[in-house]
């Protein structure tokens, strides 16, 4: 193959989930079979890098400055779900089962990484709670040890401390989404931590 094709093939490769075959076929469907779709795919490419920015209130991407879920005046802005990536947020919109606003925070905390608060889109998200916009927090990260330590964060740095600095009229109720048992799962082919987790996120039945 010619060194531009391989370059494109390079280039493709280094999409998430795609590997070296991955990345040859796309690459020969556009050069070989459909080369017609290139520029359009080009035009797009070159669009998306020159408009897309992160929401200045939320995280999520935008083509202005601000997304439009932020914008949509049919959410719940006093609910606010915290979510890790952009794709995390997606596919909550896609169950249909959430009407208030997000946060992105475009990463989480881990000490042993060196991610500190700094590091991820928490100040805004602080910024957001002092505001008084914001009366609940869901909390919707992974249930991992690093995902565990930005819920403490985010609850202890930013949740209690405004009720501290503005008295019980600013309490925030905080929550997480539960984590358990597939739709259709059993216990006995659970591991210990979904079964921890659906024990603790347990409701009332009767």
Partial sequence: MTPAFEKLQQALKQLPGVGYRSAERMAL???VEKPAQLPALVAALESAALTVRRCSRCGNLADGERCSLCEDPRRNGAIVCVVEHVPDLVAMERSGAYRGVYHVLHGRLS????VGPADINLAALEERVRSGEVR??????SNDVEGEA???????HLATDVVAEHGADAVIKVSRIGFGLPSGGGVLYADAVTLKSALD?????I
């Avoid at 000490?111 to 060196?114: T, Y």
């Avoid at 609940?136 to 990260?141: C, D, F, R, V, Y």
């Fill in 29 to 31: 469907h556009l050069l």
């Fill in 150 to 156: 930005t819920c403490h964060f985010i609850t202890q």
């Fill in 111 to 114: 000490p042993i990484q060196g």
């Fill in 136 to 141: 609940e927090l869901i909390l919707a990260l």
């Fill in 201 to 205: 996120g347990r409701r009332a039945y």
